[in-house]
């Protein structure tokens, strides 16, 4: 058994909504069967007990040795404490040859996961050892060091709760919400809101305290001390104890309290010199309290205690610590509820000042306190007090977050009781944090869990909104680009900053971002990250659902052109239409609850995608009269198609019209194919309530040129004669171009095509089939890039196709796309009609232009 071509799918995919791992695996030999219960499922179980269910309801007695692959990495995430539960094999067209697919969580654990589940079962065939412990422990210490901390993760969960898309930019806690010019920034529990000069103010204690001070609230007397002997004299002005901490730092990483001589002094100073300056305070006698402020709100308190342990007259300092840290809620990092316990310098210097070192058996009963700063961070633990703060105490702690300016802010507190003002009991605010923690309120030792998480999205958005842009997902196998430029420029005309992806490129505004290819996720993220984009249309095509998912969550319309019938089959194991269906349908299947689905009802396999819409549907066709059409609008659901030279727009009983003569795009509604598009546009812009007005003024102004709609049915002159440029390549669209330059007056029609060499000979032979009923002369070329074929292969094959009952006769065969242009005008006389089949869009058409420029400057022959 070996693996092949596995691949990241990080959106909704041909699989499920769910991000997962896919991998071709190949079996060969007596062992590509496992029945049950035999010698290698035995093995399996032996070695990894706990990989549960090796068979789905109706599998068969005998499963193939990639369904235990699935199961067991799967599995391995589940122990490693991964949220993952769903994973699947497929047998391919190839025998020997399957697709498993497992969820995962974190992309890198997910492809380990799968390593090890190789090497796990290869294993049981071979009759070998493997350590199960070790491998999951890998995968749960690089899952704690990928996930989301507990902060992010609470945030996130929020947002995910109310509907509101969200996006990871980093391996860090940098997490983008919404979308495009709706879209807001976290990095940890910090907002893109707060300013670098608050998050600066809050990182220097000293300059924190001052304006503290001079808006009238509590805090202790110090300063920032120069050295260790300055220090000391710090603290004998101010009166022992004191505490010792960095003037820059967060995390309450290098603080020390209750500093009571000058040995500890020491300690203290030499750990808060290794984070930056030292500052020198009086230590306020009481408890440590962190009171999260949100905007202008407390949300959450807790009381905080330092670690310690309390002693059974049995076991000394060290195994009561040992205890301690077996908790499973402590772990390292902040990736646990609770941080472990350290006997580190501080520790043992707290130690000491009790009389105590590790080793001793503390009395019964008595509370050995291993460090005075209560920190999360270093072991201490968290009582939920938010019910029991004062109201002057609130409004002190929003009054300092305020003063620094931080949206969400974390003020420290000490003091006797968090029920009475500061000022009757010398308490007073220590510390202000730009990017608090959150888990002593998400998940506190004592007391009740806070929903801080949701307080922080209520501050990003409102109640009720999602920071979601309208998204436009456009697929199909014929008219998608267009139909993608078309709406796009719909919603341009309606006042919206557009971003748009296609097979030409991606654009912003109107500016281009990106050039080539851009119909995958990647493009798709990319605008849809861009704070420009107050709506996002999206061709979305079937390479990139293929190798990665689609690049967003889900769409509010989801459009299906056409399904046509020989194009890209055959590669990646799409070999029927059926197969290809289900591929596109994705788009469609991932629609919100309160979008549309616009399908084609001409093409039967478009229009059973309607089953698959959680949402409403909208249905096209040039013929109104389809029985589809008739029953869905009987049902008082909306319906577009052409009548009478008009675009109608029908439900129930309403009906709008827009005259096709206003739509250039379809040269008074005489291009089926073109008319089809339009009606797909306009379904989409129906769909997002776009004014029918607006929607007819907006169709008159697209023109289809080289720069409005390249490559697609690009009409121009020719001294005489008409020269059209289609990027068409299957033979759906030959048909379509067939019967649109048969609806155009021509003395004499000439056609040059080429190829792509990945189709299937049968498609490359039914392309010139088609045309040569239609055309009077062939001008065959060979492109650029064959795509793995012989030299003149995909000639041979179009001359092929013509046969001996075509009317159209070869009159050329060219190498070069360029060379086949050339020789293709030079056949042209006036009256004649030229459909040029382009290759290289962008290039092409630049040729042509500049051909047709120097003939208009040439002095007629």
Not at 61 to 71: I, K, N, S
Not at 78 to 89: E, I, N
Not at 743 to 766: F, H, K, N
């Amino acid at each position: 058994m070996e693996l092949s071509r596995i691949r990241a799918l990080r959106g909704p995919n041909l699989w499920s909504r769910h991000t997962a791992i896919e991998a071709v695996v190949r079996c060969a030999g007596a062992d590509c069967g496992v029945a049950a219960g035999s010698p290698i499922e035995v093995r399996l179980r032996e070695l990894f007990p706990e990989v549960g269910l090796l068979r789905g309801v109706g599998d068969a007695d005998v499963v193939p040795l990639a369904r235990l692959l699935e199961r067991s990495a799967l599995a391995l995430q589940a122990q490693a404490g991964c949220p993952v539960s769903f994973s699947r094999t497929t047998a391919t067209p190839e025998p020997g040859v399957y697709q498993v697919v497992v969820e995962y969580s974190e992309e890198k654990v997910g492809r380990r996961a799968l390593e090890h589940a190789l090497a796990l079962v290869l294993a049981a065939v071979a009759g070998h050892g493997f350590d199960t412990a070790a491998a999951i422990a890998e995968l749960r210490a690089l899952d704690e060091d990928l996930r989301l901390g507990p902060s992010t993760g609470a945030i996130v969960a929020a947002a995910i709760a109310r509907g509101i898309p969200w996006r990871r930019l980093t391996e860090g806690s940098l997490v983008q919400f919404g979308w495009g010019s709706r879209q807001r920034r976290i990095w940890a529990a910090e907002l893109d809101s707060t300013s670098a000069v608050s998050e600066s103010i809050a990182q220097d204690k000293e300059l924190t305290k001052q304006l503290l001070a001079a808006a009238g609230v509590p805090v202790p007397q110090g300063r920032p001390v120069s050295d260790l002997d300055d220090g000391w004299a710090a603290a004998t002005e101010i009166g022992l104890p004191v505490v010792v901490k960095p003037r820059d730092g967060n995390q309450g990483k290098g603080v020390t309290v209750n500093v009571l001589g000058r040995e500890h002094f020491e300690l203290a100073y030499r750990a808060a010199a290794e984070i930056g300056q030292v500052m020198v305070e009086r230590f306020l006698p009481g408890h440590d309290f962190r009171l999260l402020v949100v905007g202008e709100r407390l949300v959450a308190a807790a009381r905080r205690d330092p670690p310690h342990v309390v002693g059974d007259g049995l076991r000394s300092v060290r195994e009561l610590v040992d205890e301690v840290n077996a908790d499973p809620r402590r772990g390292d990092g902040h990736a646990t509820a609770l941080t472990r316990v350290r006997l580190d310098d501080i520790a043992l210097a707290r130690l000491q000042a009790q009389g105590l070192d590790p080793d001793d058996v503390p009395d019964k009963g008595r509370r050995v306190v291993l460090r005075n700063n209560a920190n999360l961070s270093t072991g201490g633990s968290a009582t939920d007090v938010t019910d029991e703060v004062h109201r002057d105490v609130a409004a002190r702690a929003v009054a300092a977050a305020r003063m620094i300016g931080l949206e969400v802010c974390g003020v420290d507190v000490v003091c006797q009781s968090i029920g009475r003002p500061l000022e009757e009991q010398r308490g007073g605010i220590v510390e202000v944090n730009a990017a608090p923690g959150l888990r002593m309120h998400l998940s506190p030792s004592y007391g009740k869990p806070r929903a801080v998480g949701d307080a922080i999205v209520g501050r990003l958005y409102e109640p009720g909104d999602d920071g979601r842009i309208p998204v436009v997902a456009v697929t199909g196998t014929n008219g998608k680009t267009t139909v993608t430029r078309l709406v796009a420029h719909l919603l341009a005309a309606s006042g919206l900053r557009v971003g748009m992806t296609n097979t030409d490129g991606a654009w912003v505004d109107g500016h281009a971002i990106d050039r080539g290819d851009c119909s995958g996720p990647k493009s798709a993220r990319n605008v849809l990250a861009h704070p420009d984009t107050d709506a996002a249309v999206l061709e979305t095509a079937r390479g990139g659902i293929l190798r990665e998912g689609l690049g967003f969550d889900r769409c509010q319309v989801a459009v299906v052109t056409n399904i046509g019938t020989g194009d890209h089959l055959g590669l990646n194991y799409i070999t029927t239409v059926e197969d290809l269906a289900v591929l596109k349908r994705v788009i469609v299947q991932n629609v919100a609850p309160s979008g549309f689905a616009v399908l084609n009802a001409s093409d039967p396999i478009a229009l059973a995608m309607a089953g698959a819409c959680p949402a409403d549907v909208i249905l096209f066709a040039r013929d109104g009269r389809l029985p589809a059409l008739a029953a869905h609008r009987a049902q008082g659901r909306r319906v577009l198609y052409a009548d009478r030279g008009d675009i109608v727009a029908a439900e129930g009983s309403s009906r709008v019209r827009l005259p096709l003569r206003e739509v250039p795009l379809t040269r008074d509604g005489t291009i089926g194919f073109q008319v089809e598009n339009v009606l797909a546009a306009v379904g989409a812009a129906w769909a997002l309530a776009l004014p029918f007005e607006t929607v007819r003024s907006a169709l008159a102004s697209f023109v289809a040129d080289t720069h409005g709609a390249p490559g697609r049915f690009n009409i121009m002159g020719w001294r005489g004669a008409t020269v059209i440029a289609d990027y068409g390549h299957n033979p759906d669209a030959m048909r379509a171009l067939a019967a649109a330059v048969e609806a155009m007056p021509a003395r004499r029609r000439l056609v040059a095509i080429s190829a792509a060499g990945d189709r299937r000979d049968d498609d490359i032979r039914a392309q010139t089939a088609i045309l040569g009923a239609t055309f009077d002369e062939v001008m065959l070329y060979q492109d650029a890039a064959q795509r793995g074929r012989a030299d003149g292969e995909v000639i041979a094959l179009l001359r092929a196709g013509l046969g001996e009952s075509s009317r159209a006769r070869v009159v050329d065969e060219v190498r070069g796309e360029f060379l086949a242009i050339d020789r293709a005008l030079e056949r042209l006389q006036p009256g004649d009609l030229c459909l040029i089949l382009v290759d290289q869009v962008d290039e092409a058409l630049a040729h042509l232009e500049r051909r047709i420029a120097e003939a208009e400057l040439a002095p007629a022959p």
